[in-house]
């Protein structure tokens, strides 16, 4: 049955007012990162963001279920698959977190580190705990499928946007899994773009408007992949997936689980309800700058994306009970 106008409406105005409670866990998880730039140590920075993350969602004006956690895949013991935050007695929620994406890059003092976290009406959020990674692509426009293979897409791509396929930029991890599909994106004249990590960065610049890239394409994660789902349909943007088993243990997984590798799930199978999706920067990069001092204050940026808008928003901390 499809959903009324104000059923819709109510949706969105539950979103709006969980917004709060977002900006709050993605601002308090860079902050607790920043004693950790720079020095190496991947996992304390990780422990730290979902510890601090993980208190500011304990006043959540609501009840809200971990479907998307740090989970089995990091062997965290914190905002695991199936934990529940915020007051038992008020509305339900799911939630997806990253708490610090791309702690390689926050160990080592690179750009492009971000706290994310996403909410969805309860239910809406696809249940893949035992997946792991996830082949994707991702555009502001329908531009293909992950059926298909990249030189189609990339047809495709370029008929969406009506312009050549040399124009196009093209976000794909640099990983050795991707070194093929690479070279032949390059060989079909496309431009691409190779971030290290990144993958929910990456997909928002296919996103957002006037990001840097046109469309995302290859095998990330898959919780990063619920995540970007929840922008994408925030956004009205394009994502199609397919679970992509990196090893023989996940793929026992996903049998066991009996989900099939050969679907292909659209953004409203991985996230079917309103969504909310917040980063706040950890290091500074091209989507969002890390905290920094001004005024002998902390400033912090953050990016929110809900019901068809995108707002960056800086905010003032008093350093009094900040870590530094």
């Not at 309800?273 to 204050?297: I, K, N, Y």
Request: net charge negative; charged share 25%.
């Amino acid at each position: 049955m499809l959903a009324t106008a104000p059923t819709v409406e109510a949706a969105a105005q539950a979103m709006a007012a969980l917004e709060p409670t977002a900006l709050a866990a993605t601002r308090a998880a860079a902050l607790a990162c920043r004693r950790w730039v720079g020095r190496g140590r991947a996992h304390d920075a990780d422990a730290a963001a979902t510890e601090a993350m993980r208190a500011a969602l304990a006043g959540a004006p609501g009840r809200g279920t971990v479907v998307v956690g740090e989970g089995a895949k990091d062997e965290a013991p914190m905002l695991y698959d199936g934990e529940v935050v915020g007051r038992r007695d008020g509305r339900a929620f799911d939630i997806a977190v990253d708490p610090l994406e791309c702690t390689k890059l926050c160990a080592k003092g690179l750009p492009g580190s971000l706290a994310t976290i996403a909410f969805a009406a309860p239910g809406s959020m696809a249940r893949l705990g035992c997946s792991f990674y996830m082949d994707k692509l991702v555009a502001a426009l329908p531009a293909g499928s992950v059926e298909r293979s990249p030189e189609e897409n990339l047809r495709g791509a370029a008929a969406a946007l009506d312009r050549p396929v040399g124009t196009l930029r093209i976000a794909v991890l640099d990983k050795p899994r991707h070194r093929e599909l690479i070279d032949r994106l390059h060989a079909a004249g496309a431009r691409v773009v190779s971030p290290p990590d990144g993958d929910v960065a990456a997909a928002l610049g296919a996103l957002l408007p006037g990001g840097d890239a046109d469309l995302l394409m290859g095998i990330g994660g898959t919780p990063e992949g619920v995540m970007t789902a929840c922008a994408a349909r925030a956004l009205g943007g394009f994502m199609q997936a397919r679970l992509a088993p990196q090893g023989e243990d996940e793929a026992a997984a996903l049998a066991r689980a009996e989900l099939d590798t050969e679907r292909s799930y659209e953004v409203d199978d991985l996230v079917g309800g309103e969504s909310l999706f917040v980063a706040t920067g950890v290091t500074d990069g091209a989507l969002l700058r890390g905290p920094w001092r001004r005024d002998g204050q902390l400033h912090t940026e953050s990016i929110v994306i809900v019901a068809g808008s995108v707002r960056r928003i800086v905010q003032a901390h008093h350093e009094e009970g900040i870590t530094p």
